[in-house]
């Protein structure tokens, strides 16, 4: 009988093996790498919006003659508002607003809108609009509020706002936060 060279039915089926379980390792790893890349990419777009947001708010509470807080309010440091006012250098007004965050939780709709539109909105002028949107719908605002303080005469806005991308399973690990002190010019209240 003659001895025909070559791979043998199993010594093929070894190796297709072999590679069938390599093959699922590095798809395996790539689909890990994948999503870690769009939990980071998301997280870096969430903080550039609340960055963007908070640029804002403290430039103009930064630039206000004064503070505007609703009269139930205390200027003591310990009470959260969803909103707070400001009067420009020249007159005008000036609102920020966390709109619906009072729903969170069970709360009650705090700005009775008509569709859950949870954001971070400017309003200027009266009548207090909130057109302005200062943060988009791909964040899921978790907490926003506004704290007014007086100590010497002087006041002082310190506000907090945080966020997770819509597009990526909510954990403490992928909300980002910014708190912000800013003082006020003068420390007039209305």
Do not use: H, W
Not at 126 to 151: A, G, H, M, V, Y
Request: with cysteine; glycine share 6%; proline share 3%.
């Amino acid at each position: 009988m003659r001895k025909i060279k070559g791979y043998s039915v199993i010594e093929v089926l070894v190796v297709i093996g072999v590679f069938a379980i390599l093959s699922v390792i590095a798809a395996q790893s790539i689909i890990i790498t994948l999503r870690s890349q769009k939990k980071n990419d998301s997280l870096i777009n969430v903080k550039g919006e609340i960055d963007f947001a908070a640029n804002i708010i403290e430039r103009n509470l930064q630039t206000a003659s004064y503070i505007i807080v609703n009269p139930v309010t205390v200027c003591d440091g310990a009470t959260a508002t969803p909103s707070i006012g400001f009067s420009t250098p020249y007159g005008g007004r000036g609102d920020f607003a966390c709109l619906d965050i009072s729903t969170i939780g069970g709360g009650t709709n705090f700005y009775n809108l008509t569709t859950p539109d949870i954001r971070v909105a400017s309003s200027s002028g009266i009548p207090i609009r909130f057109s302005q949107r200062l943060t988009t719908n791909n964040l899921e605002i978790t907490s926003c509020s506004f704290t007014c303080l007086t100590l010497d005469e002087k006041s002082y806005v310190t506000f907090t706002i945080s966020a997770s991308a819509k597009n990526i399973p909510a954990s403490d690990d992928n909300i980002v936060s910014t708190s912000r002190q800013v003082f006020i010019r003068s420390s007039k209240r209305e």
